[in-house]
């Protein structure tokens, strides 16, 4: 069923940012050109007023990095009272300005950590002990803050998923989400080997899970497309094939980026479906424009290559981004959730708990059929393609 109003707003506040990361799918905006084009305060503000006026009580706040954006502040201070999430690096979360503003504002602080030594190897400028440190400070001045970690898996990062793992569990987080690559940004451009073979990240999340069990599930844990902790048999999502296909649940959700251009989300490329732009658009103005979108009249039923795979109660067909991205057409599936599917049933749900295994097991058509292109892993990929969203 469609949302009545937008639940959520995102901005991505600024493209500036103090690391230089491998495989950033947004680096060019950090330039002093973009930068001093990018939306203002004053125009996130208003669409702040905006928002709220519709009853919207939820923000998010991304780079670049957040911490960087000039007068953050006072972009905080208009949510006051609101569902306040911040995406950051976490180089920054510790400065006395900045541990005030977590504490007075903030709901859920999510940082980024890719592992161990491989995390500053990718993430320039960026150390993992000093995250960590950074985080144990955060947690010890503001109690009531969530503490979320993102882990995008790599070649060099799959194999400490584990130490990870541990390090994130004596911190005490509250969440850790496990994520892929997209094959754009830098990553398009880069000609070498960058991303983990599938078979390698079924076998280290099999440790991860039966260890994350082992303890007593310490922390909410979810692993993109492939397992989420809070699943049981009471809520498992049924497909509505009249429903729209998007993960991100565009209905109820808006996108802001750097660049004052209203998106669906942040992994469908603005050259692909740009809304409306915040310098000419209202807030509503943009909300009536988005509803006319033809991707939002997309409905499950349409992915004809996924409807009778074996998978697909399980993956939903994948993010529409990554298949446009991988495929160059929001109605193909996304190759990557087919690969990582094959590993969950081969390695990875057959070492859960019974009593989990079992939901997991039980959601796979065994008469459908197997995706056509599993990939050894993510780099087969890159193409031509990929290269068109460098710059978006």
């Known amino acids: 069923m469609t949302k009545n109003k937008i639940e959520r707003v995102s901005f991505e506040v600024t493209g500036k940012c103090n ?6 799918c947004r680096g060019y905006l950090n330039t002093p050109e973009k930068i001093s084009n990018e939306l203002s305060t004053g125009q996130i503000i208003e669409t702040i007023i905006q928002a709220r006026k519709e009853g919207c009580e939820s923000f998010l706040f991304t780079g670049g990095e957040a911490f960087v954006k000039e007068n953050f502040d006072k972009i905080l201070k208009e949510c006051e009272g609101c569902f306040i999430e911040i995406y950051s690096n976490g180089t920054l979360i510790t400065e006395p300005k900045n541990l005030i503003l977590i504490k007075k504002y903030v709901s859920r602080l999510t940082v980024t950590l890719d592992g161990t030594s491989s995390h500053n190897f990718y993430r320039k400028n960026s150390n993992y002990l000093k995250i960590l440190d950074n985080l144990k400070k955060v947690k010890e001045k503001t109690s009531d803050v969530k503490i979320k970690i993102n882990t995008l898996v790599h070649d060099k990062s799959v194999k400490e998923l584990l130490k990870l793992y541990n390090l994130l569990k004596d911190l005490k987080i509250d969440e850790w989400h496990i994520d892929f690559p997209q094959l754009r940004g830098r990553l398009a451009e880069f000609n070498g080997k960058f991303s983990a073979d599938y078979i390698e990240i079924g076998r280290q999340l099999k440790k991860v899970l039966k260890k994350y069990y082992r303890d007593g599930e310490p922390f909410y844990l979810k692993i993109y497309k492939i397992f989420s902790s809070k699943i049981d048999q009471n809520n498992f999502f049924e497909v509505d094939l009249k429903e729209n296909p ?3 649940k565009t209905d109820y959700s808006m996108f802001v980026n750097a660049e004052g251009k209203y998106i669906l989300c942040p992994s469908i490329p603005c050259q692909d479906i740009t809304i409306a732009n915040i310098s000419k658009n209202t807030f ?4 009536k424009k988005k509803k006319n979108l033809t991707f939002q009249k997309m409905k499950f039923s349409d992915l004809k290559k996924c ?8 993956c939903l067909g994948g993010c529409r981004g990554e298949a446009k991205i991988l495929s160059n057409s929001f109605l193909e599936p996304d190759l990557n959730a087919c690969s990582l599917m094959k590993i969950a049933e081969k390695i990875i749900y057959p070492s859960l708990p019974k009593k989990i295994s079992k939901i997991y097991i039980e959601k796979i058509k065994k008469m459908g059929k197997y995706p056509d292109k599993p990939l050894k892993n993510l780099d087969e990929m890159k193409s031509s393609i990929q290269k068109r969203y460098t710059f978006s």
């Open 19 to 24: 690391l230089h990361c491998f495989y950033c």
């Open 307 to 314: 409807l009778n795979c074996r998978y697909f109660d399980l």
């Open 246 to 248: 998007c993960a991100y």
């Open 284 to 287: 509503n103005e943009a909300i």
